[in-house]
């Protein structure tokens, strides 16, 4: 299959979906919905939402039924970019080649446009639109699990505990902690919520989230491994910005050649759980080892 | 009916509720459940829940049935709050008579614990507890509701106006809509989704809606003259501390005289809206009176 031209269309259907998400700004508040989409409509990987579709179409499902709620996966990734980049955080001043939110908007406005953000995620799962499509059975435990995903067992918890250990030693188990929740929980969310709404059986669901596991650590070895190694051009950010901040890194805890092998594994291992499906999750295995030679 | 008891059983089952909702703080990222919890657990009126529960029994619901969202209301609550009270939005240093979240745990981990309860919510109105009570499509709706109210187009949107505007002369248009959409939403959203959950029909609902969103501008106001004449000890924070932000409200746009009086009409009006309910709405008719006669 071209992976290319399979990323490119899925990429397109999501991002004119998502210039659809907030009202016109119009009104005494428009800012915020200026500030909102400077970041959603920032370009990016789109890597969550066609995730979600990708895992729909693995067990037979239509994006059509899957779109609201992999939209709402962008936002609450772009919700914790936001509020990840914020001074009392990462600080951080550049964000996919561009001036970060608070740069531009100031600092409380940034604080809630990330809130405004991960509250119209959840908005958007319920909604008319994928509610029409999608059994509410379903569709509840979809906002179950991208809400545990998100939260403080996953992805909230994840940046508590790398923000504590920015200049500290620890332990391997620590890195693993921190990756498997900042970054896995929600791409593992993504591509299981669409293996649930696609009408995945309960073995499929179960298979594709342990490939969604795999590829999530996978994918943050290989952020880390990028921010070592990268190109700041492609990138939109500098390099070598985790080791002058401290943070806690697989290259920095395991060695650059260790954290490498890892992530091939994880690659592995992420392709050998979809053994039992066909064709149709060829996009999962292709995307499984895009993860780990991306340059971006 | 004994409003006061009645305020104080309700209570009562939501402070235990809300203990049970995060795991024990164990494990690397335990700081985050304390956190969440400190603001959480911090006492208060209960006021969301208690109208979530309310007006689930006006239309012949139970409390039991509504109670996960009772509590995923006052989450959402305590986030606001939480994000608030950071120095980069009002800067305060006391709530409820204790230190402010970002006092106790610093400003990183109170946006994260802000983050975490306003996420745990919608795992918490998504969760088994109340899908197992509630038809799936009722709760979506709710969801939905209770995400337009705490959002962009609520309360989020009327927190940006708030903090654009201080400082800044205004029309009373603006004091409506910052005011109606930064606390009004949700306690509409509370009242609204427990006759949604407790069965109501269409026309209850509506009427229901109309008294939330009365007793929500009459709370807001109601707020606001407390600050230039209520009792800081009973307050447990400053009194004038509205003026010394230049913050508008109804009394320093409208005056003292006509924010009491539009206050008073503003529960006249919701009282109305219950004519053709009978007595299991008489919490709701006390309510929105206590509501302009309390003193914190």
Known sequence: MDLKAYLEEKRTAVEASLKGVFDKPEGPA????????YS???????????????????????????LPVACALEL??????????LPVMD?????????????????????LAGD??????FRLMSGPDVSKVADPRLLLE???????AAG?????GGQVVDVQSEGREVEPSIVEFIHTRKTGALINAAVTSGAILGGGKEDQVQAISRYGWRIGLAFQIADDVLDVEGDSRRLGKPVGGDASKKKITYPSVL??????????????????????FDQKADPLREIARYIIERKK
Chains 1, 2 share one sequence.
């Open 30 to 37: 428009s800012d915020i919905i200026r500030a909102m989409n």
């Open 76 to 85: 609450i990734h772009t919700y914790s970019l936001i509020h990840d980049d």
């Open 116 to 121: 405004g953000l991960l509250t119209e995620a």
């Open 152 to 156: 403080y067992r996953g992805m909230v």
């Open 255 to 276: 060695g650059l050649k260790r954290a490498k092998e890892a992530q091939r594994e994880m690659v592995e291992q992420a392709v050998q759980s979809l053994t039992a």
């Open 91 to 111: 600080n951080d001043d550049l964000r996919r080649g561009k001036p970060t939110n608070h740069k531009v908007f100031g600092e409380a406005l940034a604080l």
């Open 40 to 66: 959603l409509l920032a370009g990016g990987k789109r890597l969550r939402p066609i995730l979600c579709i990708s895992g729909a179409e693995a067990v037979g499902g239509e994006a059509r039924g899957v």
């Open 142 to 148: 979809v906002i179950g699990l991208v809400a545990t």
